[in-house]
């Protein structure tokens, strides 16, 4: 790893550490996926491990979720009709308004369901993850069903014109969802001023099971960098 | 099988028998499911053997639809990035803009997804689907991911104050779509005067693949009943 890299790991966990102080013993958790997210699922098993937290129960929004958290020793179950009482993650792009962009770790529709349904959802990340708006730096993850997939992608390329879908590939194979589904990575050519009316665009089209939007879902964000770790709220 | 039952299937049949003379040589056909989209199949396959209709690409929405139209002859495909020429399928509720609800044969995004890529949609019933304003007799089915089913049951409960909603089962077990999803039907407390609002509400929970609304896809409706064989233009 370079210099680069772990002072990157340093930030990720910097912001899950702030993150983690919203748990609170006896709560319900939903647990995030990705590279930032899992710093915040080490410190909740720390602090069960040292008797500081109890009776805690993790959500996982994905199988590597899952895993880790029973690793560390956080009793897990699926989502409930009562939803989470907090939930932490990491995201792919922020915006000013705390709107995201996530996906990129091939877990959004389990994220959504949870954080939808979470009454606090902390986001963590690191500076890079800042823009001015969305869609400046990442393609749009957006979950589609494998059976006709074909016409899918060609009706989401159509929604702007000019916009690039790939569906996504790791090692010459498709990448298939923990719901079974494929992922369709979207550029879009022109900046999209609008993002709720494009989200509502490409929910509407059938074979689409869900974007990596995420509008009004975050409350507050944790970002580190260089200056430490910032907090955003909405 | 009664009297009535059997003018029922007559009904069925002679709608579906209407809707197949917009099917032409070398076109690519969606192909419903269904009770009364049998009936279109059937009449497919008896052309082809006739050789009144040649060079036809069967599109079937359900694996029932894709065995029934092998069995009597079609090829058939699954939705490529050029769409389908026409389809032909049934609808549970047909109200005087020919919008729909769809999806208690359980087929309903599949169904969505090619209706949504069809060039021109007819759609065939008896009378008895005929209604004032939709939701006045079915409930409306909606596909669901079952991971997180409960809380997305419980939000889309709340969506109106009293609404019922159901996953659906068959002899006790829970029925699985074609797409490996829970099929949960909603039953409206209060008339829903605004479908597509309803419907765009229901589709932005997370956790839903799509809703039975079908609302602005028919070009047509061909509807049997005991004075024979009406026609209905959007």
Redesign the interface.
Known sequence: MTDRQSQLEEFKRLAALEAVKHVKSGMTVGLGTGSTAKYAILEIGRLIQDGKLAEIIGVPTSQASEDLARSVGINVQ??????VDVAIDGADEIDPNLDLIKGHGGAL??E???E??ARFFVVVADTSKLVPELCSKVTLPVEI?A??S??????LAGLQNGAQVRLRTKEGQAVVS???NLIADMSFRFPVTDVREMD?RI?????V??TGFFLGYANIAYVAGPGGVETFKR
């Open positions: 699926e989502l409930t009709a009562f939803g529709v389990r959504k369901v949870v939808f349904h069903l059976w006709g074909r016409a899918t992608v060609n009706t923990d719901n079974g509502a929910r509407h089209t059938p074979g099971v869900d």
